[in-house]
């Protein structure tokens, strides 16, 4: 009952995201998917560094994942299309991607999770190299 994915969910204003997000939703049609499962596949999303197609099938092999997204017993079918992310993504707008960044960022400033390592990416980076065929 430690894991990151278990005592995040109760840091979460999921109450504040309803309210802002519900308004953006028709009531006519094919029901949409609820707000605080596709809120929660974003954070997840975001903190694993996924991609929308892989994020889906994750889900579905991690209990850990479900229980954030609320689910009390294992689920064996998908939560949604990843195509559903890219829809709810453009419903809410930049200022709702924006409020779950806030909400995410949230999470990790209680320092909850330290990192044990930090990896840098120095491909970018300048480097002194002369060619063999360089001439000087």
């Known amino acids: 009952m430690e894991h990151k994915l ?3 969910p109760n840091k979460i204003d999921f ?7 519900s308004p953006l939703y028709s009531k006519t049609g094919t029901p949409s998917k609820p ?3 596709m809120v929660d596949l974003l954070i997840l999303k975001q903190m694993e560094k996924f991609a929308d ?3 889906i099938p994750t889900w579905i092999q991690n209990p850990y994942m479900q229980y954030f997204c609320g689910k009390a017993f294992f689920q064996h079918r998908t939560p949604c299309d990843p195509s559903d992310l890219v829809h709810f993504r453009k419903h809410i707008g930049p200022k709702g991607v924006e409020k779950i960044l806030k909400q995410s960022i949230l999470l990790f400033q209680k320092k909850m999770i330290q990192e044990a390592e930090i990896i840098v990416d120095t491909t970018a980076q300048e480097k002194n ?5 360089g001439t000087k």
């Open 129 to 133: 190299i002369t060619f063999p065929t």
């Open 15 to 21: 109450i504040s995201l309803e309210k802002e997000f």
């Open 53 to 55: 197609q892989t994020i």
């Open 35 to 37: 707000i605080r499962l």
């Open 6 to 8: 278990v005592v995040f």
